[in-house]
Nanobody
Framework: QVQLVESGGGLVQAGGSLRLSCAAS????????MGWYRQAPGKQRDMVAVITSGGITKYADSVKGRFTISRDYAKNTLYLQMNSLKPEDTAVYYCAAAVLGAGDYWGQGTQVTVSS
């Protein structure tokens, strides 16, 4: 059973920062890549940032220069450092992992609300 548990969401004022964490229960050697996605009310779920097993990162244009994705292999944890937050960043943020031979898994989501 693969479990992804997110934490770190909350309410912050525009211009503020938050750091999201995602702890994975599966062996780090089984994870091909991980990423953060977000879904605002009434909108589709979109990619925010992804990182491959080799450490290559990709960001949505809307968060480039403000968000940083990283992975602690020793702790088997994924992070998303979010700086200069904007009201349009308000959404439920989901952690995802591509597990070798098992498919894609999602966390339960964590709410991020940015007030203007």
């Amino acid at each position: 059973q693969v479990q992804l548990v997110e934490s770190g969401g909350g309410l912050v004022q525009a211009g503020g920062s938050l750091r999201l964490s995602c702890a994975a229960s599966v062996s780090k050697f089984s994870i091909n890549g991980m990423g953060w996605y977000r879904q605002a009310p009434g909108k589709q779920r979109d990619m925010v940032a992804v990182i491959t097993s080799g450490g290559i990162t990709k960001y949505a244009d809307s968060v480039k220069g403000r968000f940083t994705i990283s992975r602690d292999y020793a702790k088997n944890t994924l992070y998303l450092q979010m700086n200069s937050l904007k009201p349009e960043d308000t959404a439920v943020y989901y952690c995802a992992a591509a597990v070798l031979g098992a498919g894609d898994y999602w966390g339960q989501g964590t709410q991020v609300t940015v007030s203007s």
